[in-house]
């Protein structure tokens, strides 16, 4: 099984002097010579140097005292997570997972060989506790690829011990820096290694060359999409009568296309957060999903719908695998936080096991049935069709036209959408009508939300503005459907508990006060959409 550690370090450049003397770092009461030590990691990525380009890095390392495969991720400048499992010949399926939405279908192949030698020292405080490891390091890498080519360096390490204050690496670097020890223009071994044995400056020449006869192309093809003219003659008349067809973004489309791709990237950047079941990471997830397929629906006059809707209901299918325990999960929370604040006196029979077991019972199976769908053929599938939406995206007339007016109208839609339902709920009696309109005003304020982010950077203020009135809108209206989906739940749970001869008592009460949340919501809103609709520029 693999395990996380949380890594804080700072790299430093290294001569032949070594390292300073570092007993005079505030709090540093002893160092501790820890020996040498003989490290040799391999590097794996794909060919074309994927993981590389997102800062991950992977491999497979033996000697030192925590030899095995090791997964790092980025957090923050200096910060990693690095995930770390037992030595063995093949990639653990756990390690290979968590870069999968990276790798895709391609193969992971040995890049680099980096050995070092590890001479290391342990700053302790006064009561012997560890603040940091520091270590010298001799590096040789070698290219296992591409000619073979081989660099050398010398660096110092800093490593922050587990769970230590970040701050006390500040007085080591100042310590540091007064010996004339600067700080390594590298985040990684591996990115030194990568650039330092990377193919030489002919090759790199040639393909700087090639990449300016490409960008000149593709600045030709964009200028002619912003004329409406298209590319290779595919959107002209096809896009105009809706068929689609494929060109370069340039006008409305480059400013849908940037916001299209930041969801892309979220996606695939929480994919392996999601696998490690980190805090809020399958909501983040899902939410990109939702602005993905509510883009595609908001912007048709962009981009064609006969070829984005097949991939919405795609990522409608994501969504609802990430959904599968995150429902239950919010209407859980909801209903145990109601229970816990009951008055013991209102908490008649075995309500409380009876709520325990609901909840552990939504739970079950969740994580198992999402990990399974993220390793499927047809989520790789989806990710590649966003790729191909997104290098070749079915550009239609619109896609060429004014940015602000073609943009501006697409939104207007959206909102009006949300006003149509807003106005159709309050025109209803309180029951299951008004509820489901209300449901669906907030399903639609959400698009016209995500319609409205898209917009910003162009639209500025206005767009803004809507954005919170969206989200204001979207609490209110979220608190009372999250009513009605407790209230079913508590019916249900009160049905059962009378079949097995228990009180339905506090459930009732339960039910009332749930009652009660929906009335104060929906008599919230009138007052509110008065005040949305007034500052809407749409």
């Known amino acids: 099984m693999a395990d996380t550690k949380r890594e804080i370090e700072r790299k430093y450049e290294s001569d032949e002097s070594g390292l300073p003397d570092l007993t005079g770092v505030a709090g540093v009461a002893s160092v501790i010579d820890k020996g040498v030590a003989e490290l040799d990691a391999v590097y794996y990525d794909t060919p074309d140097e994927r993981l590389a380009a997102a800062s991950i890095t992977l491999r497979r390392r033996t000697g030192g005292d925590d030899a ?23 990639l653990p399926r756990d390690l290979a997972g ?31 506790a560890l603040l940091a490891e520091v270590s010298v390091d001799a590096v040789h890498a070698e290219r296992l690829t591409d000619g073979g080519r081989t660099a050398q360096w010398s660096e110092i390490e800093v490593e922050l011990a587990d769970d230590g204050d970040p701050a006390f690496l500040d007085k080591v670097e100042k310590k540091l820096r007064k010996a004339g020890v600067r700080p390594s223009a590298s985040p990684s071994k591996l990115a030194r290694a990568l650039r330092e044995t990377a193919a030489v400056k002919k090759d790199k ?28 003659g595919k959107q002209g008349k096809k896009g105009k009568k809706g068929g689609g067809g494929s060109g370069k973004p340039g006008g409305a489309a480059e400013h849908v296309l940037a916001y299209i791709r930041v969801q892309r990237d979220a996606v695939v950047e929480l994919d392996p957060a999601v696998r490690r079941d980190l805090f809020d990471s399958v ?21 064609d719908r006969t070829v984005t809707d097949p991939i919405g209901e795609e990522l ?22 109601a229970l816990a604040q009951m008055p013991e006196s209102l908490v008649v029979g075995s309500v409380r096991t009876r709520v325990r077991t609901w909840v552990e019972a939504g739970s079950s199976g969740s994580r198992h049935a999402l990990i399974a769908a993220l390793d499927g053929e047809r989520y790789l599938t989806l990710l590649r069709t966003l790729d191909a939406v997104i290098a070749e995206p079915p550009l239609l007339k619109g896609a060429g036209g004014d940015p ?82 407790a209230r079913e739940a508590l019916r249900d749970l009160a049905f059962q508990a009378g079949q097995a001869g228990e009180s339905s008592f506090t459930y009732g009460v339960l039910y009332g006060r749930e009652e009660r949340r929906a009335e104060l919501a929906e008599a919230a809103l009138p007052e509110a959409w008065r005040t949305i609709t007034a500052d809407s520029a749409f």
């Open 404 to 485: 602000e007016k073609v943009i501006g109208k697409a939104v207007s839609r959206a909102f009006g959408k949300v006003s149509d339902l807003v106005e159709e709920g309050l025109a209803q009696p309180s029951g299951a009508e008004r509820d489901l309109a209300m449901h669906e005003a907030r399903k639609k304020g959400k698009r016209a939300r995500y319609a409205a982010e898209a917009a910003t950077g162009l639209l500025g203020a206005p767009a803004k503005q809507l954005v919170r009135d969206m989200k204001s809108l979207q609490s209110l209206l979220g608190d009372h459907q999250d009513s009605v989906m």
């Open 316 to 337: 409608k299918w994501l969504a609802g695998e990430l959904g599968v325990g995150r429902d239950h999960e919010v209407l859980a929370e909801r209903v145990t936080e």
């Open 205 to 232: 020449a040639k393909k700087s060359k090639a990449a300016k006869g490409k960008a000149a192309k593709d600045k030709a093809a964009k200028d002619k999409v912003a004329k409406g003219k298209g590319t290779k």
């Open 283 to 303: 909501h983040s997830m899902r939410v990109a999903t939702r602005r993905l397929r509510s883009t595609f629906k908001s912007y048709g006059k962009v981009l």
């Open 98 to 128: 968590l870069v999968r939405s990276r790798v895709r279908e391609a193969e992971l192949v040995p890049l680099v060989r980096l050995r070092s030698t590890r001479d290391v020292r342990d700053l302790l405080d006064a009561d012997g």
């Open 68 to 90: 095995g495969w090791h997964l790092k991720f980025p957090v923050s400048s200096g910060v990693r997570d690095e995930i770390r499992a037992p030595l063995s010949e093949t």
